[in-house]
Each structure stands twice: as C-alpha cells, then as structure tokens.
C-alpha cells in the first residue's frame, strides 16, 4: 500500500482507493491483490460516450456529477423564421419629424404617442391673479362709462379721508387702532382753507339745513396724515375738484391700496385693494343707485339682489348690498353703497340738486371666491406661493 | 371724382382777381374743391408723350381742380367761375330764360319711331350770337368730354352733339336706320363713308373704339338730319364734318340724344346754362320742340325752377346755429340758390328756395342745408362733443408695460406696501435717509414704514419661496412712497418697475437684456454715452449691489433707475441662497 501511495499522485490514489473497495476489485490491506482479472472502466467509457454527444441516464450523470468530472451547462437553441415585419434593413421607429427625416416622411414608421401622459411643462411669464381681476373690473367700469381717478397717493390728511365726508372727529374709525398714523410725515402741508372753514362749520354747528355734530372741531386732528382707510378720500378730492367748475355730470371709478390698521387673519389684511364707484347727477335717486348696482353685479355674474339698510357717516341712505351666489346657494354680502350725505356736498360748493350716489367692494373677496383661495394671505404678499401665479386661470369676470 | 384742368390766369380773369396758391387752395377749401395739382400745359403733353425736357418760361399755369361728382355745373371754368364769383359775392344769380319766340318760329326735331329700339330720347336747345375764342371752344369740347365721362356714363346714357347751326336747315329729324343706309363725311375726314364701313374703320381709333359696342350690334343706327339730309351726328359716336364748329360760328345747335331721359335733360341744361354766357343775349337760350311720330312733344330745354319750401327750424336745428330768415337767404343767394322768406302752413318761419336747373344736385331740404353751412363756413359752426372718458396714463403704460414683461417670462407679484424700517435700508446696505413714510403706530416693526422701494418685497417674495424649482424670474409694477414737500399732505406715491433673476447663475445679462427690452417697448434707442437722446447704461457704486456688476441706467440725460446683482450681504439678510441680479426703475420717468 505504501508503495503504490507513494508512485501515485495523492488525489488519485484517493480516488483509487474508494473506487477499487466499491467495486471490490482488489483486497486492500498492507498488501493490497487484485481480486479480479479484468476491470471495466465504465466511467472512462462514460466520459467518453459524452464526449462524443450521446445522451447517458440520469443517474450515471448525477454519479459523474458527484465527482465534479462533468459540469452541466444550459444550452439555449432559438429557431428563427422571417416574421411579418421583416426587412433587410433594420428599421427604427421615429419619434419625431426633425430636419433630417423630414424629406424620409413616407419611409418613417412613427412610435406611438403615449397622450395620457401631459405635453411638456412650459416656460411661461404670468400675471398676478388679483390683478387680472383688477383688469376685467376696469374694463367693467370702462364699459359702463365711468372714468378713473388717479388714486397714486396713499398718504392722505384726516381731512380729505375723514372731514371732508362729514366723518366726525370723536368716530372710532378715526382711533388709532383702525387707522394706521403717520410719524413722517405727520400733518399736512395745506389744505383750502375756505373750504376748510366751511367743513368746520358743518360739523360744529350745520347749516345746509342740517343741525350738525354740535362738537368743538379741531383743526390739528383734521391735519393729522394718515395712510388712507379707504378711496373714498380720492372721491372727495374729486368732488371738490368738480364743485370748482361749471357743474357737468361725471361717472368715476377706482380700484386701488387703501390701509387698515387690523389683525390680520384669514380674511383681513392690513393693506387691501377697494374698488368705489360714483355718480354724480342732478335728481338721482335710490332708484338710481339701485339701477346702477344691478348694471355693476350683473355683470359680475350676480343677478340677484337684496338692500339691507346700513350705516355709514357720509353717506344716507345706506345699503348694504346682498347677492345671491348661485353656487353657494345662499345670500352673501357682497358690497355697500349709498347717496353721499348733503353736509359732505355742499360744503364743496356742488349745486343743491346735485346727488352723489357711490358703492364699494373690496377686490380680494371677488378673486379669492374665483381662483378658489381661501387664505387671503395666500393671495398677495411676499408669503404667496409663486406656483399659485403661475397657474391660475384667466379671469372670464365681466365678459359672458 | 372729376378733376377739371384749367388755365389759372384765364381763371382769375373770369373771377376779377388774382390770388396766391395758398389763398386760392383757401378759397377751394370753404367751397367744397380741392386744388389737386398745379401743371403746365406743355407738362402734360411731355408726361403723356415720356418726353423729359425743362419747363419754358411763359408755360400756361393748369391747375388741375377736383370737383364733386353731383355738381355738372362746375365741370368747366365758365361754370366754375360764375358759381365763385356768385360766393363771393361778385355777381348775381343770372336767371336763365328761353328766348321768347312762338312756336312756329321754333326749329323742330322730328322723333322717328324706330329710335325706340336703340336711343328713344333726344333733347335740344340753340346758343344764339355766341362768341367763340380758342380758350372758350376748347373749354366747350372739354364739357362735352367731362359730361360724356361722367353723367352720360362713357356715352351710353346720354351723347352730346355740338354743331354750327347755319351750316343746317332745319327741320330736324332723329331716325334709326340700317347702317348700310348711312353714309356722310364724319369729322376729322375728308371722304364719306357709309355707317358699317365706319365702324370697321373706328376699330383702331384708340378714342372712339370703346363707344362702338353701344349700337355696333343693333340693326338700325340712331342718325340726325337735317332737312337736306345732312348727317348731323352718328349718335353716341361722331358728328359729321359738315357742321362742325369753328372759331368763327355764331350760333349754336346742341343735340342729346339718350337712353335715359332725366339725364339728357340735365346734361343738355348743365351745358346751355354754363355757355349761355356767351350769348348775344346773355342767359337767353332759344327753345326747340321736340315731336315724336304718336304725337307727343315737348319744349326743350326743360329750363324749370325746382322750387321747394325749407322751415328755418329744420336748417338753424341742424348746424346749431341760430339765424334769422334774411340772414339764411343772403347765404343761400351766394351758393346760387335764390331764397325768399315765407311762412309755412303752421304759421313758422321758412325759407322759399328756387333751384336753378344748374343745379340738379339739390334734392331735399337736407342739400339746402348744407348749402347754407358751407356759405357760413364749416369751421365756423359751433361745435358739441358727445361725452367721452379718458384714460390715465401712468395707469395704461403700467398695464401695458406688465404685459410686456410677463411677455419676458416673468412672473407677477404684488407685495406689501407697508414694511419695517430695516428693510427698506439697513437690510439692503443703504443708508437711513429718513425719505421713507414712517408710521407713528405700528402694531410690530412690520408695519413701521411704507415701501422706499419695491426691493425688499421682491426679496422677501425669494426668501419665502426657497424650494421653488430655479430660475426664479418675478416682476412687479406699483407705487413706493416718499416724502415730498411739493405735494399738500407733504409726500407722494411714484411707479416703479422691478423685475429679478434668482438662479444658480445670477443672470446679470439677463437683468440687462430686460432692461434693453423695457427701452426697446418704449421707443428709446439705445445711445452712446453722455448722449442725451436715448439711453445708456453706466457703471454705478450703489451698496445693494456687488461693485463692478451694477450700473445706472439713463434717458434722455436722466438716471432713472438701477440694475446690478444683488450683494451677498443683502441675500444674506434676505436669507436668499441663491445669487439674484435686480433692476428697478422709475416708470413715471418714462412716462
């Protein structure tokens, strides 16, 4: 045994070895005789047969297997046949029509348009919603005949905003709470100062057939600059300017800042855009500011609507206009109104038969109710998401 | 509309004054003409024949004058003249009459049945003891020439004959015949032919070719006789040579022959009253009758008076101008139109007119009315503006220009007003130059002052919008405050444009190529430096900028604004991360 360990190669030996006691060809031992005179290499002969690609029986394989003397390896056959769109030439599907293909159109086959899917996102510049509203109001207005105030000064005096309407000094309006002051500049300059006596008399003590406020009017709370609560200051400068000539019957309009020293919440802001609207007539009436208003909100797309007597200090009547929102269902407040009072007109000089019929609405509240916003801060300021103006309709208001 | 050529001198000779162009062009102008062009007669020949020589100096002055196409009366100087003279107030209305003689001493035009197949009307009159000069015969073929183009419809209403009556005896008959049957010497030639051989021959006549269709298919041609069987006229076509008219005839025999009666009675009116002028016995025109086969006649020409009754109401309601009855009728009288006052069935004051048979254009009160403006003069009736609004226009341009920068891919915003004092300053590097609307009780150091400039909401709108995909590109048109001591409430509002670029690039030349667009929309051209016509750019030291990329930009000599990028202390306070470049301009500058 030593001997033949030593004349052959370990592995083989090893081999040997298991193989001659399974087969029981030779009598191992310190001498190790054969046992049998002829040995069949069946697994040369196998190996062999495989060699020469004939099929063998599962076991015989998987015992070769065992001793990692053949390795299985998958064979993959594909039967090919020309198909229904064969062609010498490979061809390519065209995604589009280009420069190049172009003069190649009948041979281009195209890949299909996947148009589930949406086209490209574009690069595009936008307008602000609030302001699209703005313009379609305008062009409202334009169509009715009314013409627009220059509304480019912000900082106005007690007097233009509150005096001059017959606002009186004590009103709560006119506390600091509601309405924001000015630290520079702090009074004005100059104000007519005819008119200006004439204002104080009204409020002290009537005249033009009214009996007045009966309080000591004072002339530096008149002078106090303020940033304007509302257009309606505009509107009075515009009057007086008016009063100054031969009289002639104007329509006016604004759309423009005006400034509330408010919390701001949901619904409030401490700037907001007011739109007004005036006319100015001999012998209007109620009636008239009622036509006027159905015109107005009928063109907003409201048909329907209800007055509700209303305060304000410079006007009288009042109204308080109601809408019926289609959409809603139900009534909504949707503006205020009334007839300039005659202590605010005459003072300025305006003919007695001259009446001022005016209404307001604020500009958020149409266009938030349109592009679906809830949060007025969602809507203008520096906090507005830029996605929000960029995709949002344009504003139809006005035009069906 | 017709244009008339006629000799200015020979024209203010007929009017008795000479005039400058400019006060002839005025004169024109109140009437109702207009001067078209000022030739020479010798221009117009080298033009037609493409001859290009100079002008001689004693050339005859042509002015070439466009008249209305309803007034046939001013289609030649004569009428012209007379109907100015008559507005100036140089001469009366001549009243036109028919010379007064029996009807048995009147020539008569014998109408033959068969004309009715072709040309059934015709209307005559005779000029009697006129005069004749070259400028006056020429004018006289120029009428027939405007009246042939124009009323008579190139000659296939109404086609007019002029011819030397005492080379004629009368009677005269108009008859339709087979062309073979006619046969005369037509003007122009020296042998006869016969009517068919005519129009073969007129074929290539480059002038009267295009009148051969009018009765070149029909089986009989309309022809005028004389009692010798004279051929007057081939009818629209030509005259015979027989009685043609010369310098020296004295009187003349005018024929229309038409399709269309009215208008051969205008035309034969408008020329009988414009020549009449000419006459022995001025305005005298001596009658001719007119008979047909069925018995029918008529007198001609039809010289009758239109009279109409006009209410003052109606002509002072209408040019707004409140005029008493003389003084309506002295204004009609210069416009030809004789007026009287008369009082109408409602006992109101009205005005009698009685329109010559010149003037075949009054229709309706409404041309008596006008007639009566223009003699007033249209530039002095009173004027009445419907009421109309206009616009603002700071606010159009800030419309118009929003648009054109969303055009630029853009977006808008519209950012607070009211801001803390930091940020209208400190937070971009300026300097407090306490300029700023400061308010005295603000709620919190948001609401301490108003916007200086539109910069510090154009950066809080960044800073919010962090995650927003990149460029970032927003724009914002709107006021910023100030104090300002020329204004009563001692400050003032001011536009102003700002747009920025917010990306991983500062986009420094895009800000700039805005800001060439913004000049370009606004028509002002690019200029080199230190020009005063246009714009430039040039280099600035503002704080809120990083230095060497900023620059001022100025119109017309004026700085009106700033671009540059953004320092990165001011994104900083901003909390931008990314680097911006910003512009902001004064809109009201460009105004």
Known sequence: M??????????????????????????????????????????????????????????????????????????KGYSV??????????????????????????????????????????????????????????????????????????????????????????????????????????????????????????????????????????????????????????????????????????????????????????????????????????????????????????????????FKPAYNPYTEPSMEIFGYHEGLGKWVEVGNSGMFRPEMLLPMGLPEDVRVIAWGVSLERPTMILYGIDNIRDLFGHKVDLDLIKRNAICRIGIE | ??????????????????????????????????????????????????????????????????????????????????ALRVFNKKQEIPTYILADISKDKMLQMKVKPETSEIRPFVVCAVLRGVSFDEARYNSFIDLQDKLHQNICRRRTLVAIGTHDLDTLQGPFTYEALPPTDINFVPLKQTKSFRADELMEFYKSDMKLKKFLHIIENSPVFPVLYDSKRTVLSLPPIINGAHSAITLQTKNVFIECTATDLTKAKTVLNTMVTTFSEYCERKFEI?????????????????????????????????????????????????????????????NQYAIKVHVPPSRSDVLHPCDVMEDVAI???????????????????????????????????????VTWLICSRKENFAMLNREDDNSAVIIANPRSADFEAMRRTLMPGILKTIGSNKDHPKPIKIYEISDVAMLDESKDVGASNRRH???????????????????????????????????????????????????????????????????????PQVLNNFDIPDPCSFVEIDVEALL
């Open chain 1, 81 to 306: 046949k020309k198909g229904p769109n064969y062609a010498p030439k490979r061809k390519k599907f065209a995604t589009d029509l280009t420069r190049e293909n172009l003069q190649t159109w009948k041979e281009l086959q195209f890949k299909e348009y996947n148009f589930n899917a949406k086209g490209q996102p574009l690069d595009a510049g936008h307008l602000h919603p609030l302001l699209k509203v703005r313009k379609q109001l305008k062009d409202i207005f334009r169509q009715m005949g009314f013409e627009e105030m220059p509304t480019n000064n912000f900082v106005e005096s007690s007097f233009w905003n509150f005096d001059a309407l017959f606002q009186p000094q004590q009103h709560p309006a006119r506390d600091s709470h509601d309405t924001f002051f000015l630290k520079a500049p702090s009074t004005t300059r100059e104000l007519p100062e005819d008119y200006v006596e004439r204002v104080k008399q009204v409020h002290e003590s009537g005249g033009y057939g009214s009996r007045g406020y009966n309080y000591d009017w004072k002339r530096e709370e008149a002078n106090k600059n303020l940033l304007r609560t509302h257009t309606t200051a505009v509107s009075s400068r515009m009057l007086y300017a008016l009063a100054k000539k031969p009289f002639t019957p104007k329509k006016y309009f604004s759309i423009d800042r005006v400034f509330r020293n408010e919390a701001v919440d949901r619904t409030h802001l401490a700037e907001f855009h007011q739109i007004e609207g005036l006319v100015c007539d001999r012998g209007l009436t109620l009636g008239d500011l009622i036509g006027v208003l159905h015109d107005f909100f009928s063109r907003l797309g409201m048909s329907k609507l209800r």
């Open chain 2, 497 to 567: 444009l700002a747009a920025l670029h917010c990306g991983a690039t500062s986009g420094f030349e895009l800000i700039h190529g805005l800001v060439d667009r913004i000049m370009e929309v606004m028509a002002i051209p690019f200029v080199p430096v230190n020009d005063n016509t246009g714009y430039y750019i040039k280099l600035s030291q503002e704080p809120e900028f990083l230095p060497g990329r900023q620059a001022s930009i100025v119109v017309r000599g004026k700085q009106i604004g700033n671009f540059g990028i953004v320092h």
């Open chain 2, 286 to 346: 001596e009658p001719v009758e007119v008979t047909y086969d069925d018995g029918k006649s008529y007198i001609c020409p039809d010289l009758a008076v239109y009279d109409t009754e006009v209410s003052l109401s109606y002509i002072t309601d209408s040019i707004r101008v409140s005029l008493e009855v003389e003084q309506v009728t002295s204004l009609l009288t210069r416009m030809q139109l004789h007026a009287e006052p008369a009082k109408s069935s409602d």
């Open chain 2, 375 to 413: 003699a007033y003069g249209f530039n002095n009736l009173p004027t009445r503006s419907p009421a109309s609004i206009k616009p603002l226009p700071l606010n159009e341009l800030t419309d118009l220009l929003r648009i054109e920068i969303a055009m630029n891919v853009y977006s808008e915003v």
């Open chain 2, 1 to 82: 509309m017709p244009t008339i050529s006629i000799g200015r001198d020979r024209l203010f000779a007929a009017l008795g004054e000479s005039y400058t162009q400019e006060e002839f062009e005025d004169l024109c102008f109140r009437f109702g003409i207009e001067l078209d062009d000022v030739t020479t007669e010798k221009a117009i020949i080298r033009k037609e024949k493409h001859i290009d020589e100079e002008a001689d100096e004693d050339e005859e002055i042509i002015y070439k004058i466009e008249i209305p196409a309803n007034r046939y009366d001013l289609l030649c100087l004569e009428g012209l003249a007379q």
């Open chain 1, 2 to 75: 030593d001997e033949l360990k030593r004349k052959l190669d370990p592995s083989v030996f090893n081999i040997g070895r298991s193989q001659v006691g399974k087969h029981n060809w030779v009598q191992l031992g310190k001498q190790v005789s054969r046992k049998v005179q002829h040995v069949k290499d069946k697994v040369k002969n196998l190996l062999l047969q495989i060699q020469e690609g004939m099929e063998l029986d599962e076991s015989s394989l998987n015992s070769l297997k065992t001793r990692s003397l053949i390795e299985s390896k998958e064979w």
